[in-house]
């Protein structure tokens, strides 16, 4: 293949993070009470299921079901193949090539990628004290489109709604508040959204919902916007039997909320244990916890892999030196991670290397 082929603004784009190590993940901020209780049935109706048909093309079922909950209009949704389709599809619509997207940084690395592999700009304004959002920055950027997730992705702080509120407010075009984590949060923008002619939510079935391995997420905005990205969209890109499964999920209320009041439970007994162990924890309003390493965070990850349990490394980037993302485990996984970074830190003190 000759390089000059690759369009050249995806050339330097590199593979997503795949580790091949055999261990419990908890980099990934999955529901850990495994999936979703409503599978098993789900399933096994779908073998009944005249499954040589296409689904229909814009999910029609789960979009009412959706609008159902969040009392708006099912046009107001769209429904993708996990809310990273959904991203694309907001940058597709709306994105000339060339043109610019703003984001905070530190935050969801998959953001820049979805702007860059549609031929977007993709630039950054530093997120403040306490991970807080900067509105200022963003906007004085004065890019076409603006993205954010709050809880925002590794640090796991909230930003404030006014701040958010702001930027959608005030910045002249689209702006997407990636919702990803939102079932933790205590605020969201969801129902808000035809109050707004520019802002787009995203939200997944792949985090509180426990159906990661279905790809099921979703958007919404106001029916004008909604419209745009609807006809842009893959026509068909989510199977019928993850559709059936996201609206089983959906009235499977009791599960998410397990998953959200366990979080709540465990996440200062796993922060303090974080903290006694000698690791610089930051706030969390999410189902992870990013922590920071008196020892390089690369060390840290590879040998707690070597004793079976995976998490993310974020201390490459800038800000993040050193820092870590971990999943808020149940109980016993939190003890178990406590335990193998407990005799992470003591083989450090034994090897007495820095
Ligand atoms: C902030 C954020 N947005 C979006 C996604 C993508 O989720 P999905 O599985 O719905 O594609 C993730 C997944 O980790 C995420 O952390």
């Known amino acids: 293949?000759?390089?000059?082929?690759?369009?050249?603004?995806?050339?330097?784009?590199?593979?997503?993070?795949?580790?091949?190590?055999?261990?419990?993940?908890?980099?990934?901020?999955?529901?850990?009470?495994?999936?979703?209780?409503?599978?098993?049935?789900?399933?096994?109706?779908?073998?009944?299921?005249?499954?040589?048909?296409?689904?229909?093309?814009?999910?029609?079922?789960?979009?009412?079901?959706?609008?159902?909950?969040?009392?708006?209009?099912?046009?107001?949704?769209v429904v993708g193949n996990g809310s990273d389709e959904a991203l694309d599809v907001a940058f597709k619509s709306f994105m000339e090539p060339g043109e610019t997207v703003v984001a905070p940084y530190p935050s969801y690395v998959l953001h820049s990628f979805f702007v860059k592999v549609n031929g977007g700009r993709f630039i950054t304004a530093d997120l403040g004290q306490g991970f807080q959002l900067d509105p200022d920055a963003l906007l004085d950027a004065r890019g076409k489109m603006i993205i954010l997730c709050t809880p925002n992705n590794p640090t796991a702080n909230c930003f404030h709604h006014r701040d958010v509120e702001r930027v959608v407010r005030e910045h002249d075009g689209p702006v997407i508040v990636d919702e990803a984590y939102g079932e933790f949060a205590r605020e969201s923008f969801m129902s808000r959204v035809d109050e707004f002619e520019n802002l787009i939510v995203t939200r997944t079935f792949s985090k509180a919902y426990g159906l990661a391995g279905f790809r099921v997420g979703y958007m919404a905005s106001n029916l004008k916007m909604a419209g745009v990205m609807q006809r842009v969209k893959i026509p068909y890109s989510l199977d019928r039997v993850s559709e059936l499964t996201a609206i089983a999920a959906l009235k499977n209320t009791s599960y998410v909320?397990?998953?959200?009041?366990?979080?709540?439970?465990?996440?200062?007994?796993?922060?303090?244990?974080?903290?006694?162990?000698?690791?610089?924890?930051?706030?969390?309003?999410?189902?992870?916890?990013?922590?920071?390493?008196?020892?390089?965070?690369?060390?840290?990850?590879?040998?707690?892999?070597?004793?079976g349990v995976l998490i993310r490394d974020f201390g490459h980037l800038r800000m993040l030196e050193d820092c870590v993302r971990t999943t808020i485990g149940t109980r016993e996984l939190n003890d178990m991670l406590l335990l193998k970074l407990k005799e992470v830190t003591e083989d450090w003190e034994g090897s007495g290397d820095r």
Do not use: H
């Open 1 to 77: 293949m000759n390089e000059s082929w690759v369009r050249s603004t995806v050339r330097d784009i590199p593979l997503y993070y795949n580790p091949k190590v055999k261990a419990v993940r908890m980099d990934t901020s999955v529901n850990v009470l495994g999936p979703n209780t409503v599978v098993k049935d789900v399933l096994a109706r779908c073998m009944d299921l005249d499954l040589n048909q296409y689904p229909t093309p814009y999910s029609d079922e789960l979009r009412a079901a959706l609008a159902e909950k969040y009392g708006l209009e099912a046009d107001n949704f």
């Open 257 to 307: 909320d397990a998953a959200v009041g366990l979080v709540r439970e465990e996440r200062s007994r796993l922060a303090s244990g974080l903290a006694g162990l000698g690791f610089k924890t930051f706030p969390s309003e999410s189902n992870f916890i990013m922590f920071r390493s008196p020892r390089p965070s690369s060390d840290l990850v590879r040998r707690l892999a070597e004793k």
